[in-house]
């Protein structure tokens, strides 16, 4: 018997089999990078442009900046640059230009961060900073939260990727509100949607796919995991499992219980 891979999905025209997106900072090693992105089956990887730009004349940078390099070639992956820490839509546009020239790569996850506490996106800043990237041909992977509105607004300015937060960068707290994340997919059934950020374990992942959801987009939980390579790998399978029930029909709950075996009817020996 053959076996069962979820369907692919689509990002920008981009025909993409992998669920799971996978970011690159805060890993114990460049080794452990490169065989965490290997061992996740990721297609999609994330870099933070501005610890590259400040950091890329240390030995240790560009270890970390090689090992993406590789991994990427091994895997045949598509890099996903991003605005990490800008403040402003100005200083995510001018970032965004200077990754395309670097890259050579119109994809851009927008970043623009509004409250240091939570990490939370600014929502005016951040459609802003849309509007006018994507006026200048670039394929916008917006970070934003389970606002309904802002989302609407990022769809609005030309976005075809919505990329919600679970809950805060790095908190590791799971889906903080799914009733949130299943109004956004019941509203916009077309549109890709990646869960980013506060994503801790598998089982969260497992449970953003079942929410339909078409990927997830995460860093901490692989990067400061005791054994990074083998949480990338448990990553993997989680996505491709959680997919998988939501493509087959995860059963409805029930208030009481159903029986399973039938009662009825004659008895018959084996």
Same mark, same amino acid.
């Given at each position: 018997?053959?076996?069962?891979?979820?369907?692919?999905?689509?990002?920008?025209?981009?025909?993409?089999?992998?669920?799971?997106?996978?970011?690159?900072?805060?890993?114990?090693?460049?080794?452990?990078?490169?065989?965490?992105?290997?061992?996740?089956?990721?297609?999609?990887?994330?870099?933070?442009?501005?610890? =590259?730009?400040?950091?890329?004349?240390?030995?240790?940078?560009?270890?970390?900046?090689?090992? =993406?390099?590789?991994?990427?070639?091994? !895997?045949?992956?598509?890099?996903?640059?991003?605005?990490?820490?800008?403040?402003?839509?100005?200083?995510?546009?001018?970032?965004?230009?200077?990754? !395309?020239?670097?890259?050579?790569?119109?994809?851009?996850?927008?970043?623009?961060?509004?409250?240091?506490?939570?990490?939370?996106?600014?929502?005016?800043?951040?459609?802003?900073?849309?509007?006018?990237?994507?006026?200048?041909?670039?394929?916008?992977?917006?970070?934003?939260?389970?606002?309904?509105?802002?989302?609407?607004?990022?769809?609005?300015?030309?976005?075809?990727?919505?990329?919600?937060?679970?809950?805060?960068?790095?908190?590791?707290?799971?889906?903080?509100?799914?009733?949130?994340? !299943?109004?956004?997919?019941?509203?916009?059934?077309?549109?890709?949607?990646?869960?980013?950020?506060?994503?801790?374990?598998?089982?969260?992942?497992?449970?953003?796919?079942?929410?339909?959801?078409?990927?997830?987009?995460?860093?901490?939980?692989?990067?400061?995991?005791?054994?990074?390579? !083998?949480?990338?790998?448990?990553?993997?399978?989680?996505?491709?499992?959680?997919?998988?029930?939501?493509?087959?029909?995860?059963?409805?709950?029930?208030?009481?219980?159903?029986?399973?075996?039938?009662?009825?009817?004659?008895?018959?020996?084996?």
């Amino acid at each position: 018997m053959p076996t069962l891979t979820p369907t692919p999905w689509t990002a920008y025209g981009v025909t993409l089999h992998s669920r799971l997106l996978l970011g690159t900072a805060g890993y114990p090693s460049p080794q452990a990078l490169h065989e965490a992105i290997v061992a996740s089956g990721t297609e999609v990887v994330t870099v933070g442009l501005r610890r =590259i730009h400040a950091g890329a004349s240390g030995a240790g940078d560009n270890g970390h900046i090689a090992a =993406i390099q590789s991994a990427l070639r091994e !895997r045949g992956a598509r890099l996903l640059p991003n605005t990490a820490g800008c403040r402003t839509a100005r200083e995510a546009i001018e970032l965004s230009h200077l990754a !395309r020239e670097l890259y050579d790569t119109p994809w851009i996850k927008l970043e623009v961060v509004g409250d240091e506490q939570t990490l939370q996106p600014d929502p005016w800043e951040l459609v802003s900073a849309a509007e006018q990237l994507i006026r200048d041909g670039f394929a916008v992977f917006p970070y934003c939260t389970d606002d309904l509105v802002t989302c609407q607004r990022l769809l609005d300015v030309g976005c075809e990727v919505l990329m919600p937060w679970g809950a805060p960068i790095g908190s590791g707290q799971g889906l903080i509100n799914p009733w949130a994340l !299943r109004t956004l997919r019941e509203r916009w059934p077309d549109v890709p949607m990646v869960v980013d950020a506060g994503i801790g374990s598998p089982a969260h992942a497992v449970q953003a796919m079942e929410l339909g959801y078409d990927a997830v987009l995460l860093n901490s939980a692989v990067s400061q995991a005791r054994e990074p390579v !083998r949480m990338a790998a448990a990553f993997g399978a989680a996505v491709q499992a959680g997919r998988l029930g939501f493509e087959a029909g995860v059963m409805a709950p029930q208030a009481m219980a159903v029986a399973t075996t039938p009662v009825g009817g004659r008895p018959f020996l084996l």
